[in-house]
């Protein structure tokens, strides 16, 4: 099994940056992807990036682009959320995954979940 724990979350100004990380630990099978999701209240669960093992494939959402950048490092099992020009509506729990997915973008297709990280962009 696969333990996943987000940390960096906080309180940000809009137009700030914030760093989220997300730390892998247990058993793995081979190599895996890791990927970011946020949920606001009343909101579905949305796909923010993603991330292959190898580093060379990453996605991002549409609402993003351009402003958040996926990293990982496999010698810490470690993924990284670099956050920048945050708005208000970045406002969410954001969930880290762990898994070996098919398509990144859809969160059925992790397998592990962190406990999620609270990020807040006030105006």
């Known amino acids: 099994q696969v333990h996943v724990v987000e940390s960096g979350g906080g309180l940000v100004q809009a137009g700030g940056s914030l760093r989220l990380s997300c730390a892998a630990s247990?058993?793995?099978?081979?190599?895996?992807?890791m990927g970011w999701f946020r949920q606001a209240p009343g909101h579905e669960r949305d796909f923010v990036a993603a991330?292959?093992?190898?580093?060379?494939?990453?996605y991002y959402a549409d609402s993003v682009k351009g402003r958040f950048t996926i990293s990982r490092d496999n010698a810490k099992n470690t993924v990284y959320l670099q956050m920048g020009s945050l708005k208000p509506e970045d406002t969410a729990v954001y969930l880290c995954?762990?898994?070996?997915?098919?398509?990144?973008?859809?969160?059925?297709?992790?397998?592990?979940w962190g406990q999620g990280t609270q990020v807040t962009v006030s105006s």
């Open positions: 995954a762990a898994g070996w997915p098919s398509i990144p973008t859809m969160p059925n297709e992790y397998a592990y």
């Open positions: 991330i292959r093992w190898s580093g060379a494939n990453s």
């Open positions: 247990g058993r793995t099978f081979g190599s895996y992807a």
